[in-house]
């Protein structure tokens, strides 16, 4: 599947303390989140790693093949590069432990 690239600030280095509204889709928009489960998993992974990064998540909303963030970096050192990477390839590999598929990916790749 083909995905296309979504407009970004090319000047800004996302990194500070700014907040952001974030789309994160499943591979292939596979409706995955219909899973109670994985979404706990899910919203564990992000509060850690948000803990980690230096972000305050202020609203989640899990739809069934996307999931969308209002977060807001806290210190100058938050990344949200760093931080999206780090949340999907924490759970990208939790999911793939878990499945009978071991190609099956969770994660759309995200362009920036």
């Known amino acids: 599947m083909k995905y296309k690239s979504k407009p970004r600030f090319k000047d800004l280095d996302y990194r500070g303390l700014n907040r952001y509204f974030v789309t994160i889709c ?11 489960r994985l979404v706990e998993t899910i919203l564990s992974i992000i509060r850690e790693k948000a803990l980690k990064h230096a972000f305050t998540v202020w609203g989640y909303c899990f739809m069934p093949d996307h999931l ?8 100058a050192s938050s990344d949200l590069k760093t931080f999206v990477k780090a949340f999907k390839q924490r759970s990208g590999y939790l999911f793939g432990m878990g499945t009978a598929d071991p190609g099956k990916k969770l994660w759309q790749p995200w362009l920036l």
Do not use: A, I, R
């Open 68 to 75: 969308h963030l209002l977060l807001e970096g806290t210190d």
């Open 26 to 36: 499943t591979s292939e928009k596979e409706p995955l989140f219909v899973d109670v």
